[in-house]
Structure formats: C-alpha cells, structure tokens
C-alpha cells in the first residue's frame, strides 16, 4: 500500500499557473478543441493563458460583432442587475423583452410579433412549429413538409437537423424528425417540390454560412419569394449568422428586397448571452395560441436589456455603412490575394462574412494562422471562414488579412 504524502492533499489549495486545466477532460468529445485556453478578451483581441494576443477574425462563430468589454455592454448588465431580476418567467410582462419585439419587428420592415428563445436551433425548431399551426388554422392541414436548401445549415436539434445538409451530422442520428427534407438550390426543382401541395414552408440562409459561405443570388431569393407566394408557401429567413448587421444590413435579406414570412435571429443577439428570435408576419400571429410553444428562459429582462443595446449599436446606419465599406475593402484584398496565389481557389462573401476555398485542408490553415495570432473558422473541408467583429477598424483588418496571407503561404517573396 503506497503512503499518502502530504502534498497531495495541499495541491489543490496551491494550483500551478501552468498545469493543464483539470476540467477539459470532464467536457464531452463534441468539439475539437485547439490547446489554448483563453482568459481575457479586450476590443477586437483574445488573449491565451500565457498572455499571448490572437487578433479575432470569428468572434466566437458570430456573436460577439461588438467585440470585447464594450463598455454599453457592460452597462447594460448592470443595469439589469440593479433591478434584481435576472428571470421573470414569461407568465408575467417585463418591459425590456416587449421593447427588443417591437424594435426587431420595425427593423424587419414585415413582422408583427416575435417570440424569443434561447439559441439558433431553437429559433428554428419554434419556426417550423408556427408554419404547422398556421398550415391547420388556415384551412391547409396538408401543408406540413419543411423544405431545406442544399447546402444549409439550421441547427442540430431533431427537425433542424432534418433541414441541414451535412451528411455526417445526420447519418448518426436517424431518424431524424419527419416531414423536413433538403431541396436542391434550383428553382424548377423547387417549383416542382411546391406543386404537390404539401409544403409548408422552405427555409433559407442569404448567405449559407456552415455550408461555405455560399451567396444566394438577390435574383434567386426573388424567384424563390415569388414561387412561394404563388404556391401559398411561406418562407423562413434564417438569419441567425447573417443577421444584424453582419452583411451590411440589419438583415441579409433586406439586399435583395424581398420580404420573408418568418426570420430567425441568434448569435449575435445578446452580445453571448445565450438568447435567439422567431419574427412572424400578422397573418402567422394570429394563428398562434396560447400554449402552442412556450420556455422558461426565453427573453428574460436581462438578455432583453442587452439584446437592445446589441439591436441599437448593429442597426446604427453609421455601423452599417463602416461594415458595408470595409467589408468592400476585405473582399477586395482578399481576391488579390486569390489573384497572385494559386493556393486560393475562390472567394467570396459579403459584409464581415467571407469565405476562402483552399487545395489544402482549411483546418491545417486555421492552425497556422492560430500559430501566427490570428483566430479564423472553416466552413467546410476546404473552404476557410471569415468573421471579424463588426467594430473591427480598417487597420485591424489589413492587419488580419497579412497574417492570413502568411498562413496561406501566400506571401509575396
Ligand atoms: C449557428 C447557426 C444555427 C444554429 O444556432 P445554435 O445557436 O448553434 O443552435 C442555425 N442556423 C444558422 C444559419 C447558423 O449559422
């Protein structure tokens, strides 16, 4: 039997700043973790354990376009926590989630009413049960499929999943909830789905993000629009990456002019706060009856309170215009590079949203340029992504694209 020494018992009260943290092991295997462990975040940059800077070209997948330690951020919570109410319920009113429905319906230039949830999935899991209610209520009770694009990517609940096109993410979990399929992006394909007569509704992202920062063309959102109205089909916006302000608009879909029947909204929202939206026209709304959907958490006055700051900062035309410019200025700086290096296939994007196809597999990119201090995603196996907070100056971004050159090994010599 081996003796307990002493110190094993005074370890923990004494940690070494450089031992590995015990919890990482606890987390389960659903993400790929790079080694790092981030502890400080201030403007547009993260900074490690060893006090090492990363200039954030992801912000944390979308939500965070304000950045690190916005001071009306901060405010905000305060705010909201001088009044002790972190939570409410939604058996009561509160004032701060009523104000963030009205101001996201004015925004959205067609919506009458909103409903909040806690994430992306949710959003649009809440979505395709609103276009059913609507469907039975309407006199359509046939009309219950949910059509997906190629290429999408909803979320990876049990329904949203049925809308997402990634094999890998599905095949495991089969099957997944009925009456949700993928369509081709094609719109005699999707004329011919609509004429059966059974489809609800089809749900689309502006610009698909997961599915490799694929930009719809204005044209085919506009065909779509008309396609759906003339089959009595409503359309679901999901613009949970795409929206407030990440393309230069409040909304990604406001570029080509269409109007949606539903929008969903997430990660950017709360500033991190885990909160998302559900925007629906009058004729949805008054579909909807008490106890058709429902959540603890959804749109609590704290979240609301800092999803207002969020929506006022992001809707600002001042921010949306510096987004538009610069985001001119990104696309144009990196298709030069796609122009003088071969190692680039395409590019494209939109706004503070783009994407890079490379030979080589995106991930061995996102290593190096992590090695060098610069935090980008991927968008796929060989398509890099790109998402800087909105508040990100010119200069910084000029500083990102140098370092991503270097880990393309596109430097000019
Ligand atoms: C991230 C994302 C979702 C899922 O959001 P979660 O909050 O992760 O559930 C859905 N749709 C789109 C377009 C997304 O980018």
Same mark, same amino acid.
């Given at each position: ?41 201030? *403007? ?24 690190? /330690? ?17 939570? $409410? ?7 701060? /989630?009523?104000?963030?429905? #009205? ?9 009458? %009413? ?8 949710? &959003?649009?899991? *809440? ?12 006199? %359509?009770?046939?009309? $219950? ?28 979990? !089969? ?15 999707? !004329? ?18 997961? =599915? ?17 109205? #003339? ?23 406001? &570029? ?9 909204? &997430? ?9 998302? @939206?559900?925007? $629906?026209?009058? #004729?949805? @709304? ?13 749109? /609590?006055?704290?979240? &609301?309170? $800092?999803?207002?700051?969020?929506? *006022? ?13 610069? =985001? ?20 494209? /994007? ?8 490379? %030979?080589?597999? @995106? ?7 992590? @090695? ?26 000029? !500083? ?8 393309? =090994?596109?430097?000019?010599?």
């Amino acid at each position: 039997m081996t003796a307990i020494r002493v110190h094993d018992f005074a370890e923990p009260e004494t940690p070494v700043a450089s031992a590995p943290p015990s919890h990482r092991d606890a987390l389960l295997g659903t993400y790929k973790r790079a080694p790092m462990q981030f502890v400080r975040g201030a *403007g547009v940059e993260m900074f490690d354990a060893d006090g090492r800077a990363y200039l954030d070209f992801a912000s944390g997948i979308a939500v965070n376009a304000l950045g690190y /330690g916005d001071p009306g951020v901060e405010q905000a919570i305060r705010d909201a926590m001088s009044t002790g109410l972190i939570h $409410v319920s939604n058996l009561y009113h509160t004032a701060p /989630g009523a104000a963030l429905a #009205e101001r996201l319906c004015d925004l959205s230039g067609f919506a009458s %009413h909103a409903f909040f949830c806690n994430s992306g999935a949710e &959003a649009n899991e *809440g979505a395709f049960k609103f276009v059913r209610r609507w469907a039975r209520e309407s006199g %359509h009770p046939e009309r $219950v499929e949910i059509l997906g694009l190629r290429g999408g990517f909803h979320g990876r609940l049990f329904a949203s999943l049925a809308a997402t096109d990634r094999p890998g993410y599905r095949a495991p979990f !089969r099957p997944l909830a009925g009456g949700v399929s993928v369509a081709e992006r094609d719109i005699a394909e999707l !004329r011919a789905a609509l004429v059966s007569g059974t489809v609800g509704a089809v749900i689309v992202e502006p610009v698909q993000g997961e =599915g490799g920062v694929r930009v719809l063309e204005p044209e085919f959102l506009r065909d779509l629009r008309a396609l759906t109205r #003339e089959h009595g089909v409503m359309l679901i916006v999901d613009e949970i990456q795409t929206g407030l302000g990440r393309t230069g608009h409040v909304f990604a879909y406001q &570029a080509s002019g269409i109007e949606p029947d539903l929008v969903t909204l &997430a990660k950017p929202l709360a500033a991190g706060l885990p909160m998302g @939206a559900i925007l $629906v026209t009058d #004729e949805i @709304a008054r579909t909807i009856q008490s106890g058709d959907h429902g959540t603890t958490f959804g749109g /609590g006055p704290l979240v &609301a309170s $800092v999803a207002l700051h969020v929506v *006022g900062r992001l809707s600002d035309p001042v921010m949306l215009k510096h987004v538009r410019q610069n =985001g001119e200025w990104l696309g144009d700086a990196l298709r030069q590079i796609g122009e003088r290096c071969d190692r680039v296939r395409a590019v494209r /994007g939109a706004g503070y949203m783009w994407g890079i196809d490379v %030979h080589e597999k @995106a991930a061995a990119v996102v290593l190096r340029a992590l @090695a060098s201090g610069l935090m980008i995603l991927t968008a796929g196996e060989h398509t890099l992504r790109l998402l800087p907070p909105l508040v990100m100056t010119q200069a910084d971004l000029a !500083r990102g694209v140098a370092s991503l050159e270097d880990a393309l =090994g596109c430097r000019a010599v």
